[in-house]
C-alpha cells in the first residue's frame, strides 16, 4: 500500500517554471514505477511523464519534452517533476501515480494508487 502526496503546484505566467513533489508513504517506494499525470477541464487525463522503477527508460508527452524533467529520490519518498517554459496549455490538475506493474507505464490504468492531485495554472 502506497499513499501519495503531492505540492508545488499554483498560479504562475507563461514562461515560468515549477517543481512539483510528491511524497510517498509506506514500503518498497523504490520498487514502484512512478509517474506524472494531468487532467485539464473537459479533457482526458493524460500521462506527462514517467519513472520507471529502476530509474532507467524516463519517459516524455510530445507536449512536455525538453521542458519538463522527471526525479526520483529513493532515499527521500520522493518523486519530481521540475516544469520549465510553462506555457498557459499546460494548465490542469496534476497527479502523481505509482505501480508495481512491470509494463503499459503509460497508461493511467496501470497506475493502482493516486494522488489527490494539485493545480497549475499558467496565465499568458
Known amino acids: 500500500q502506497v499513499q501519495l502526496v503531492e505540492s508545488g503546484g499554483g498560479l504562475v505566467q507563461a514562461g515560468d517554471s515549477l517543481r512539483l513533489s510528491c511524497t510517498a508513504s509506506g514500503r518498497a517506494f523504490s520498487s514502484y514505477t512512478m509517474g506524472w499525470f494531468r487532467q485539464a477541464p473537459g479533457k482526458e487525463r493524460e500521462a506527462v511523464a514517467v519513472?520507471?522503477?529502476?530509474?532507467?527508460?524516463?519517459t516524455y508527452a510530445d507536449s512536455v519534452k525538453g521542458r519538463f524533467t522527471i526525479s526520483r529520490d529513493n532515499a527521500k519518498n520522493t518523486v519530481s517533476l521540475q516544469m520549465n517554459s510553462l506555457k498557459p496549455e499546460d494548465t490542469a490538475v496534476y497527479f502523481c501515480?505509482?505501480?508495481?506493474?512491470?509494463?503499459?507505464?503509460?497508461?493511467?490504468?496501470?497506475?493502482?494508487?493516486w494522488g489527490q492531485g494539485t493545480q497549475v495554472t499558467v496565465s499568458s
Open positions: 519513472i520507471p522503477w529502476t530509474g532507467i527508460g524516463l
Open positions: 501515480a505509482a505501480t508495481n506493474r512491470r509494463s503499459n507505464y503509460y497508461s493511467s490504468d496501470s497506475y493502482g494508487y
